[in-house]
């Protein structure tokens, strides 16, 4: 559906520029949203006339598809010191073109009539006209394009380094350990055997020492370097495949014109 003209007349500058600042700021683009001269000019031919030359005011305010006794409705309105404020409405649906009313209405259009020729009812006591459906403002010259962005998600794949720690802890064990030694023993023998030669002295008491030696291990416990143990990182690497959805804006046209 093409766009749809809105129009209000108010009775004073001030009233048509507060609602030029309300529907602009409820998001209206400022290019839809057009105020008329004050006061208005009129032409050598009587009808109201706009800064463009070349243009009747009436089609610079809200194109050329305004029937003529709606013309002269606003006109006389025009001509008695009143603004006009018109309001181009993007594929409209009731509730933008209510919208859009709403907000005009709350800064006290005149009344102009209660229906116009096309069928159109003026909301409340304020007076909106609807210039039917256009494309954009007549005035505008060669047909203005319209830029439909569609965006698009697309997937970038970084890494980024994460640590993962080792610990290497040496503990203590007692292992059992057999070892062969060979000791030495003595030990005393007493043998009687004849006397080999004369008898020296007479028989006495008389006490002697012998003495034996034992050998017996002794346990001894050195420190010396067994086995090192080397810690190092050897570095690797690999291919992963990152699988994920990205958003894309596709558009459907309409090609029946409905």
């Known amino acids: 559906m093409q766009g749809q003209c809105v129009v209000a007349v108010y009775n004073s500058r001030n009233d048509a520029e507060q609602a030029y600042r309300a529907v602009v700021g ?3 683009p400022a290019d839809h949203v057009r ?3 004050q006061p208005a000019q009129a032409s050598s031919s009587g009808r109201l006339s706009a800064s463009s030359e070349g243009e009747s005011f009436w089609d610079w305010l809200f194109g050329s598809d305004v029937p003529e006794d709606e013309r002269r409705l ?6 008695r010191g009143g603004a006009a404020l018109s309001v181009l409405v993007d594929a409209p649906t009731m509730a933008d073109l209510d919208r859009i009313e709403g907000v005009l209405q709350e800064y006290n259009p005149v009344e102009i009539h209660e229906e116009n020729r096309d069928g159109s009812t003026a909301a409340g006591s304020g007076a909106f006209g609807s210039a039917g459906s256009q494309g954009g403002y007549a005035s505008q010259g060669p047909e ?11 997937l970038k794949v970084g890494k980024r380094a994460t ?3 080792k610990h290497v ?4 064990v007692e292992e059992p350990v057999q070892k062969d030694v060979r000791l030495r023993d003595e030990r005393t ?5 004849p006397a080999t030669g004369t008898a020296t002295g007479q028989p ?3 006490e002697y020492e012998v003495r034996e030696l034992h050998e017996q291990p002794v346990v001894q416990k050195d420190v010396r370097a067994g086995e090192e143990l080397v810690v190092r990182k050897e570095a690797t690497e690999r291919t992963e495949r990152v699988a994920d959805t990205v958003k894309k804006t596709r558009v459907d046209i309409d090609k029946t014109g409905r």
Request: proline share 5%; no cysteine; net charge negative.
């Open 144 to 154: 203005r394009e319209k830029v439909i962005p569609l965006p698009e998600e697309e």
């Open 35 to 37: 105020l008329s001269n």
């Open 204 to 206: 006495m008491e008389r």
């Open 189 to 193: 023998v007493l043998e009687r055997r």
């Open 163 to 165: 640590e993962t720690v």
């Open 26 to 28: 409820s998001g209206v």
């Open 74 to 79: 606003y006109e006389t309105h025009m001509e």
């Open 169 to 172: 802890r040496t503990y203590v």
